[in-house]
């Protein structure tokens, strides 16, 4: 062989594919894989160079981004562009405000003028709001394959990669972060990633490192949100009084809890307090309510959980109790933190993504009890096939999914169409059905009556009171106790259906609702506006 391209077939072969070489290729190809399929959604978001964000509480966010956008250093403690006109003080906090709006000023400054492109540029803080989530979903998988691979290449760890690509594929840790979803649940990923990682770590070989990586990561997680974050930190403090002793002593755990208390001290000298507890009068209005919203029912299928972390699910529990008779409590807290946090997603689906991550800390343990690592590998990625299938059918739906898409997707247009003929110099507080008044909210500038947090409970209360009253009187009082200006007619058999669950009562009579869709709406109702209109009607209180 020709002596320069034995060379270059020698560095190929010692070099491109070495062992630490392969490291890296694995490492990068999963974060690619990670990243990319958080894009899946793509065409669903950006539509003709608009933004049309994943769900109603995203829009909610957005117009607090829009805020501090607006005006730097703000921080929006009452959000006054819902409930109308109390407004809400809301358990949205400061740090994902500001990730949005911090990552919109590199996109502005950023973003080519010229080219295809440059299309998008007038929508900086929707492009932001809409890859904020996918790269700190990035980020997480970053953190766990370095994490599952020891920081040492891998060498000592069978099967690293196989945390970091359940993380990357799993559905419930993809939708938390996926493309168009400006959620602060992404944020928490990322933050109790770290925290439940650095536990681990702990509880093997205590430092000081460590020690103050999960106590900032427990306590960003906490000033983000009080309630996944408080749920996980007793339950991790509770398995450390019963199987994880030894890790929750000695002078390692101070420098955690100054860790912890530093980023609290910092929200409660930001945010203030935001622990608003519900009047009690609304009580039994807030389980009706949310009983209509998806991610607060019941998982009743438990199969469910293996399309979400693959068959392993399974198995793990039972090996981690026969590995706990070898190894002793530790790995017994780990399975009974699995164990809490499934039986948390089958009580309420919103805590899917937190089990899955559990999951993926339950892994490395599960995995010393096989000794060859090829066979370990070949059987997680066969356990991985109800993951596939979901991911199947999430791609390739069927005729009737496909239909539910487009009429989702032309609803979502229609909804900022007619927000576009709500703006106005002057403001003009409307009313609307309430999973669609957040987006219609930030996108005319306009104050809604409801909206999607459960802090304006009463405001989605009188939104559903007025669509299901029956006589002008009942309907009249309700917009002028509000002060509305607008009232936005959608799909009336969807808004009679969910006002009469929130209500727990039915019409008895024919409701606003249908009303308002009238030709030629009789006088005494107050109202006057557009008729040639198919999917929302807006109409001005006289």
């Given at each position: 062989?020709?002596?320069?391209?034995?060379?270059?077939?020698?560095w190929?072969?010692?070099?491109?594919?070495?062992?630490?070489?392969?490291?890296?290729?694995?490492?990068?190809?999963?974060?690619?894989?990670?990243?990319?399929?958080?894009?899946?959604?793509?065409?669903e978001?950006l539509?003709?160079?608009?933004?049309y964000?994943?769900?109603?509480?995203?829009?909610?966010?957005?117009?607090?981004?829009?805020?501090?956008?607006?005006?730097?250093?703000?921080?929006?403690?009452?959000?006054?562009?819902?409930?109308?006109?109390?407004?809400?003080v809301?358990?949205?906090?400061?740090?994902?405000?500001?990730?949005?709006?911090?990552?919109?000023?590199?996109?502005?400054?950023?973003?080519?003028?010229?080219?295809?492109?440059?299309?998008?540029?007038?929508?900086?803080?929707?492009?932001a709001g809409?890859?904020?989530?996918?790269?700190?979903?990035?980020?997480?998988?970053?953190?766990?394959?370095?994490w599952?691979?020891?920081?040492?290449?891998?060498?000592?760890?069978?099967?690293?990669?196989?945390?970091?690509?359940?993380?990357?594929?799993?559905?419930?840790?993809?939708?938390?972060?996926?493309?168009?979803?400006?959620?602060?649940?992404?944020?928490?990923?990322?933050?109790?990633?770290v925290?439940?990682?650095?536990?681990?770590?702990?509880?093997?070989?205590?430092?000081?490192?460590?020690?103050?990586a999960?106590?900032?990561?427990?306590?960003?997680?906490?000033?983000?949100s009080?309630?996944?974050?408080?749920?996980?930190?007793?339950?991790?403090?509770?398995?450390?009084?019963?199987?994880?002793?030894?890790?929750?002593?000695?002078?390692?755990?101070?420098?955690?809890?100054?860790?912890?208390?530093?980023?609290?001290?910092?929200?409660?000298?930001?945010?203030?307090?935001?622990?608003?507890?519900?009047?009690?009068?609304?009580?039994?209005?807030?389980?009706r309510?949310?009983?209509?919203?998806?991610?607060l029912?019941?998982?009743?299928?438990?199969?469910?959980?293996?399309?979400?972390?693959?068959?392993?699910?399974?198995?793990?529990?039972p090996?981690?109790?026969?590995?706990?008779?070898r190894?002793?409590?530790?790995?017994?807290?780990?399975?009974?933190?699995?164990?809490?946090?499934?039986?948390?997603?089958?009580?309420?689906?919103?805590w899917?993504?937190?089990?899955?991550?559990?999951?993926?800390?339950?892994?490395?343990?599960?995995?010393?009890?096989?000794?060859?690592?090829?066979?370990?590998?070949?059987?997680?990625?066969?356990?991985?096939?109800?993951?596939?299938?979901?991911?199947?059918?999430?791609?390739?739906?069927?005729?009737?999914?496909?239909e539910?898409?487009?009429?989702?997707?032309?609803?979502?247009?229609?909804?900022?169409?007619?927000?576009?003929?709500?703006?106005s110099?002057?403001?003009?507080p409307?009313?609307?059905?309430?999973?669609?008044?957040?987006?219609?909210a930030?996108?005319?500038?306009q104050?809604?009556?409801?909206g999607?947090?459960?802090?304006?409970?009463?405001?989605i209360?009188?939104?559903?009171?007025?669509?299901?009253?029956?006589?002008?009187?009942?309907?009249?009082?309700?917009?002028?106790?509000?002060?509305?200006r607008?009232?936005?007619?959608s799909?009336?058999?969807?808004?009679?259906?969910?006002?009469s669950?929130?209500?727990g009562?039915?019409?008895?009579?024919?409701?606003?609702?249908?009303?308002l869709?009238?030709?030629?709406?009789?006088?005494?109702?107050g109202?006057?506006?557009?008729?040639n209109?198919?999917?929302?009607?807006?109409?001005?209180?006289?």
């Open positions: 062989m020709n002596p320069p391209i034995q060379g270059f077939s020698l190929v072969k010692k070099g491109l594919f070495s062992k630490g070489a392969r490291f890296w290729w694995i490492f990068f190809g999963l974060l690619v894989l990670g990243l990319g399929i958080r894009f899946h959604n793509l065409t978001i539509v003709g160079g608009r933004f964000f994943v769900d109603a509480d995203c829009y909610s966010r957005m117009s607090r981004a829009q805020r501090i956008s607006e005006a730097p250093g703000t921080v929006v403690r009452h959000q006054d562009f819902e409930n109308w006109p109390e407004g809400v809301s358990h949205a906090t400061a740090p994902f405000d500001y990730a949005i709006v911090g990552l919109e000023r590199i996109v502005r400054w950023t973003w080519p003028q010229s080219g295809r492109f440059a299309v998008l540029r007038e929508s900086t803080l929707d492009l809409a890859l904020v989530s996918p790269l700190i979903g990035l980020l997480t998988c970053v953190f766990l394959a370095a599952s691979a020891g920081f040492r290449g891998g060498e000592h760890a069978p099967a690293w990669w196989a945390v970091p690509l359940l993380a990357a594929v799993s559905p419930p840790l993809v939708h938390a972060t996926v493309f168009g979803r400006p959620d602060h649940q992404s944020l928490l990923l990322l933050f109790l990633a925290a439940v990682g650095a536990e681990q770590r702990m509880q093997s070989a205590p430092s000081r490192g460590w020690a103050w999960g106590g900032l990561a427990w306590g960003g997680a906490l000033w983000v009080l309630y996944e974050p408080l749920v996980l930190l007793g339950t991790v403090f509770l398995l450390g009084l019963l199987f994880w002793r030894p890790s929750w002593t000695g002078h390692v755990r101070l420098h955690w809890g100054a860790g912890l208390l530093l980023p609290l001290v910092s929200g409660w000298l930001v945010d203030g307090i935001r622990i608003v507890p519900p009047d009690s009068r609304w009580k039994e209005v807030l389980v309510w949310g009983s209509t919203i998806g991610e029912h019941k998982v009743d299928n438990v199969g469910r959980l293996s399309d979400w972390t693959g068959v392993l699910i399974w198995i793990v529990p090996g981690l109790l026969w590995l706990a008779r190894e002793g409590r530790v790995v017994l807290g780990w399975l009974v933190m699995l164990l809490v946090t499934a039986g948390l997603t089958l009580w309420q689906a919103r899917s993504p937190y089990f899955a991550l559990v999951f993926l800390f339950c892994l490395p343990p599960f995995f010393s009890i096989v000794s060859s690592p090829r066979r370990l590998g070949f059987a997680f990625l066969v356990s991985l096939w109800p993951v596939i299938t979901e991911w199947e059918s999430r791609l390739f739906p069927d005729a009737r999914t496909s539910h898409r487009y009429m989702e997707r032309s609803e979502r247009i229609n909804t900022r169409l007619a927000a576009e003929r709500m703006r110099p002057e403001r003009l409307f009313i609307a059905a309430w999973w669609h008044s957040p987006s219609l930030y996108w005319s500038g104050p809604a009556v409801s999607s947090g459960h802090e304006g409970i009463s405001g209360f009188d939104a559903a009171h007025f669509f299901l009253s029956t006589t002008p009187e009942e309907a009249l009082e309700i917009l002028r106790r509000r002060g509305v607008l009232v936005v007619a799909d009336s058999a969807r808004a009679v259906e969910n006002s669950v929130i209500l009562r039915s019409a008895v009579e024919k409701p606003m609702a249908e009303w869709w009238q030709s030629n709406l009789s006088e005494v109702w109202l006057e506006g557009e008729g209109v198919t999917t929302f009607r807006v109409l001005r209180v006289r």
